[in-house]
């Protein structure tokens, strides 16, 4: 599909929307990708998540086919960011940044305070390294909190399709290495010379998390899947 002709990829870099709805674009193109179409253990616990990410569907999609509820709920969703951060704001955000800000309210059911804030300034590119530290998921089997080589990639994939249209430099890997206490070092390395960006979590590896089961027990440099 292409909302946006290829703004999302490589080859187009404007952001006007064209002929599919927003709300088709998320589903397929971001939930698709991020969540799987396919249900799936939750990594939390031992239910079982639903395709495209739904874990709690409303009663009134209960009958619905999975993806035709993911659609609807983008929209609900939608209207709740709006609350929180003001529908002037939402609206004079560039589209790329808007599904970025829906994937993480998707993933976290909320918006943090310090990318809220960000959002509301209109700084969206400090918005999005605010979502860098939110990579951490429950144990099912001990309740602790670790941290998950997916969620780091998925935060870098979403800040690459805004970095691409804006002409920023991309996040190339990430690594996570042993903190204080037990934390982990989350750092985003990007192209050219920019500075990386280290956030510390105060947890150490999800068990879950790939590579937590080999000798470097995930502490490791990983490339970006984009």
């Known amino acids: 599909m292409a909302l946006f002709g290829t703004i999302l990829g490589t080859q187009q870099q404007t952001e006007t929307p064209v002929a599919v709805s927003y709300d088709n674009y998320f589903v397929d193109e971001i939930l698709s990708l991020n969540e799987g179409r396919e249900p799936h253990q939750s990594v939390e616990d031992y239910s079982i998540t639903g395709a495209y990410g739904i874990k709690n569907r409303p009663k009134k999609y209960e009958k619905l086919p999975a993806r035709e509820a993911a659609r609807l709920m983008t929209l609900d969703k939608r209207e709740e960011i709006k609350k929180q951060i003001g529908t ?7 589209m790329s940044v808007k599904l970025a800000t829906q994937d993480f309210h998707w993933n976290t059911n909320s918006l943090f305070t310090n990318f809220k804030k960000n959002l509301i300034k209109g700084d ?35 800040f690459n399709k805004f970095a691409i249209v804006n002409k920023l430099p991309q996040v190339t890997d990430f690594e996570f290495t042993k903190g204080e206490k037990g934390g982990t070092n989350v750092t985003y390395f990007f192209e050219g010379n920019k500075k990386p960006i280290t956030k510390f979590i105060s947890k150490g590896i999800h068990p879950d998390s790939k590579g937590a089961d080999t000798e470097t027990k995930g502490y490791e440099k990983f490339k970006v899947q984009n």
């Open 88 to 94: 002037k704001n939402w609206e004079r955000m560039p």
């Open 124 to 158: 969206y590119e400090n918005a999005l390294y605010e979502t860098f530290d939110a990579v951490s998921a429950s144990d099912k089997e001990t309740g602790k909190k670790g941290v998950l080589r997916g969620l780091a990639n998925r935060r870098a994939r979403m």
